[in-house]
């Protein structure tokens, strides 16, 4: 191959480099662009997941509270429903201590009779410490005596009789207080309850609305964490072309550089090539002056020597 036709193949190789490189830039600005919107999409995502965090934990802690005053009056209701609970236990169980009590005072009527039923017991234990007095400080006959004894033994049994009765009605008495009592506590109990329920009720709708809401953020961030992953694994993927495009790139410039010095060395030999064959055609013509004996230059001498023109 001529030398000419080798710088002409050595040109285009150099254009194609060229051609070569210039594309690359392209795609470079293709890739670099890609990544860089990719990298933003990464960034608006990471800003709206931090919104969505910050509003995820105010939700949390809104539901930590409410849900702690849930179960607050959770407690109190409890506790007065349990409490309402033994009351109504309690009033079973007076009821029927009401019941044996009533049959025990009917039992005691059919004992005694309806003047006895009106007395004082206090005025009878009067009478016989009376007449134990009237007994211990009088002189008496024996007749007398036993008429005392037969009364006080008479007034103790009466006593015994009063008092048995008016302890029956009195147990009756406390039978039914108590479980009063246990009634107007279940009433209090239950204007208690009242407002704890709708407030409980209401603290509970609140807390499956905070839970929803917690839960529906958590899903919108896991989904946006998810999102953002996979574009940021897309950006890697351009950063990591972009890498091997510059790696190409500069293997394209190294290679153009080799060429280029290539390009430069052939022109060079062709230029010397060139050079030496016009210097080449004068050294004939001064040869054959030389040979015809005409006085040379300094400059001629100097070229016939170049090209061993010169008989030694």
């Given amino acids: 191959m001529s030398n000419n036709g080798n710088i002409e193949s050595i040109r285009e190789k150099l254009n194609q480099l060229r051609q070569k490189l210039q594309e690359k830039e392209e795609e470079e600005k293709i890739v670099r662009s890609r990544r860089d919107e990719l990298n933003s999409q990464v960034k608006k995502i990471s800003a709206e997941v931090r919104a969505l965090k910050d509003k995820y934990f105010e939700v949390r802690e809104q539901l930590n509270k409410i849900r702690a005053e849930k179960n607050e009056m959770f407690g109190k209701i409890k506790a007065l429903n349990e409490e309402k609970k033994k009351l109504i236990k309690e009033i079973r169980d007076l009821k029927k201590q009401h019941n044996e009590a009533k049959e025990n005072l009917r039992s005691i009527k059919e004992t005694v009779d309806r ?15 009376e007449l134990e007095w009237e007994y211990q400080t009088k002189t008496l006959t024996l007749e007398e005596e036993k008429y005392y004894m037969d009364r006080i033994k008479n007034l103790e049994m009466l006593y015994l009789k009063v008092k048995m009765y008016n302890d ?48 529906n953020l958590r899903g919108q961030i896991e989904k946006l964490l998810k999102e953002k992953e996979e574009i940021r694994q897309e950006a890697n993927s351009y950063h990591e072309r972009l890498l091997n495009i510059a790696q190409e790139k500069k293997e394209i410039k190294d290679e153009l550089e080799r060429v280029v010095l290539l390009l430069k060395a052939q022109e060079l030999s062709r230029k010397i090539e060139q050079r030496r064959k016009r210097l080449y055609s004068r050294a004939q013509l001064i040869y054959e002056k030389y040979k015809r004996g005409e006085k040379l230059t300094l400059e001629e001498f100097k070229i016939l020597m170049e090209f061993n023109m010169i008989p030694k």
Avoid: C, G, H
């Fill in 115 to 129: 003047n006895v039923q009106r007395m004082n017991p206090e005025e009878i234990k009067s009478k016989i410490m």
């Fill in 168 to 215: 029956a009605r009195e147990k009756i008495s406390l039978i039914r207080s108590k479980m009063s009592e246990n009634f107007k506590r279940i009433e209090e109990i239950n204007r208690q309850l009242e407002p704890l329920l709708e407030d409980y009720v209401r603290r509970k709708k609140e807390v499956n609305k905070l839970r929803t809401e917690r839960d």
